[in-house]
């Protein structure tokens, strides 16, 4: 099932995202555990956790700082929306499209 784009309604496309990371004794990238969406339309990017479950919005970073501290792939790097745990620390979803490694980080700006 292909979602439609929520930002333009266009047919959704498939991105694939494989973790390559500590890939030891040569195994082959395997796809994270999401399923990843991008729009050919308006570049809109997500990820759905299951099928039929609400798309979660991921946003593009882009400048020198975004650059994936682990595979130095440049502007790689999607953002969720932040979410506040119940410590009441507001924290981010981070994910490099490139080498798939995804990493929970403390927002800044609040
Ligand atoms: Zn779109
Ligand atoms: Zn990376």
Redesign the pocket.
């Known amino acids: 099932m292909t979602p439609a ?1 929520p ?4 047919t959704l496309a498939v991105l694939d995202v494989l973790l390559r990371r500590n890939r030891w004794g040569g195994a082959a990238p395997r796809p994270r555990p999401e399923r990843w969406w991008e ?1 050919p ?4 990017v997500g990820a759905q956790h299951r099928d039929g479950e609400p798309l979660r919005t991921m946003r593009r970073l882009s400048g020198p700082d975004e650059n994936c501290p682990f595979c130095g792939e440049e502007e790689s790097s999607v953002v969720g929306e932040p979410w506040r745990r119940p410590d009441g620390e507001l924290r981010r979803w981070l994910v490099c499209l490139a080498c798939g490694t995804g990493n929970s980080l403390r927002a800044t700006g609040d």
Not at 7 to 10: D, E, V
Not at 41 to 44: G, H, L, Q, S, V
């Open positions: 784009c930002q333009c309604a266009s729009c339309a308006c570049a809109w």
